[in-house]
Nanobody
Framework: QVQLVESGGGLVQAGGSLRLSCAAS????????MAWYRQVPGKQRDLVAD???????NYADSVKGRFTISRDGPKNTVYLQMNSLKPEDTAVYYC??????????????WGQGTQVTVSS
């Protein structure tokens, strides 16, 4: 069984910073791409950023230049450093990871979500 546990959300003023963390644990053979998504009520869950096993990153246009995704391989952890936060960044942020649990099986896993609220 695999678990993704997020931390680091909270309330911050516009222009401030937050750092989200997501640690994967359990029966893990290897981890491929790790990502952060966000969702506001009534809307679909959107990709914020992702990072491949080799370290290649990809960002939504709305966060480019402000957010940085990184990962610590040995710790099975992905981070999202969020700077210059805006009220429109307010959402529940979800961690996602594509994890190989056996030689023959790879699945997507999700964290429980962490609330980020940016006040104006």
């Amino acid at each position: 069984q695999v678990q993704l546990v997020e931390s680091g959300g909270g309330l911050v003023q516009a222009g401030g910073s937050l750092r989200l963390s997501c640690a994967a644990s359990g029966s893990i053979f290897s981890i491929n791409t790790m990502a952060w998504y966000r969702q506001v009520p009534g809307k679909q869950r959107d990709l914020v950023a992702d990072i491949t096993r080799g370290g290649t990153t990809n960002y939504a246009d709305s966060v480019k230049g402000r957010f940085t995704i990184s990962r610590d391989g040995p710790k099975n952890t992905v981070y999202l450093q969020m700077n210059s936060l805006k009220p429109e960044d307010t959402a529940v942020y979800y961690c996602n990871a594509n994890i190989r649990t056996t030689v023959f099986r790879t699945d997507d896993y999700w964290g429980q979500g962490t609330q980020v609220t940016v006040s104006s």
